[in-house]
């Protein structure tokens, strides 16, 4: 049984409108979890906990964890292009400190609202 190149077009088309698609909902969802973590933050937080949609925890949750990875990566990426041309590094470093402070920081509000969640629903030992 041979496919043909029509066919083959056919299903790489169909795929690429179904990442298509699901990016955006994902993106969509994302950006409203974010704005709702910003505005109603235990409401947020116990739909995405209560629903069975990793993704979206993954995606909020780990946001600071993210953005730190890429600020670290861009960081590196920086230092690396601006030590041979003998600029100031101090000043890279105490962005890079203070950017980290800042997630740091939205880490802990996060993680403050999932304890409370997870103290509301019985889940977690009241300390």
Known sequence: MSISTGEVKKEISFLKELVLLVGFKEAYFFLKNILGMIIHPEITTAKILSRKDLSQAFLVFGLPFNLWFLLLSFSL???????????????????????????????????????????????????
Do not use: C, Q
């Open 77 to 127: 990426i920086i230092w690396l292009l601006v030590r041979p041309m003998g600029l100031a590094s101090t000043l890279g470093i105490r962005l890079f400190l203070l950017s980290g402070f800042l997630l740091f920081v939205l880490t802990i509000y996060y993680f403050y609202w999932v304890i409370k969640y997870l103290r509301r629903v019985n889940k977690f030992p009241k300390g």
